[in-house]
């Protein structure tokens, strides 16, 4: 561990399904009720799959325009968050098994952190706060702060220049392949949280319990 804090590098975190267990807890059954409720038919494992860190709005709007549904977006989105805030305030939230452990390590070995993400920011800051982990993260990044949500890689990119640090110092925390996407476009090493083994990140865990921070350097970051 003394050797990876001298090491230039950061960690830039998704937050839903990769720090707390709110995607299939939260956001996608919200988001299955709603569209549920226009006549779309779509399960919340079908949005966890295939839209996992996509922008609340870009989501919607990708929804009603394949189902020639005639609706608000502006409608929908406010819908949404105004039932996740009252989460964030109240729910008892699940985290990734290890999760907050390797946040508070990572913080002790002198990496930076930052969170981006496609949810807003007052719902992850008061998780965050809730929980006694916001003192770990130095920025985030949330929807309303790039135009181009993932798999654009304009959220990593943003990341990476809050830290002051290149993009190929910046390690990517993902559970949706999304994300991963992004990470691939911005030239970031990543790591994807799913029971699934894919090839398209370039190291996948279960929960944290499988990483440690000297796993990091298996990443191999190039100057």
Known sequence: MNNISKLSFGIAWDFDGTIVKSQKEAHAPIEAQILNSLGIPITKEQ?????????TREFFQILIKQYKIKADVDELVNSKWRLMIKLAQNKSWTFVPGVKKFIKEASEAGIQQVI??????KYVEIILKRYKLY???????????VKRGKPDPETWLQCAKLLNLPPN????????????????????????????????ANICIQNFKQLSISDLKTLKLTP
């Open 135 to 145: 003192q770990y993260f130095s920025h985030i990044v949330s929807g309303d702060d």
């Open 47 to 55: 949005i966890c799959i295939n839209y996992s860190g996509v922008k």
């Open 116 to 121: 981006g993400t496609a949810s807003k920011k």
């Open 169 to 200: 110092k910046i390690i990517v925390i993902e559970d949706g392949i999304a994300g991963i996407k992004a990470a691939k476009k911005a030239g970031m090493p990543n790591i994807l949280i799913s029971s699934q083994k894919t090839r398209k």
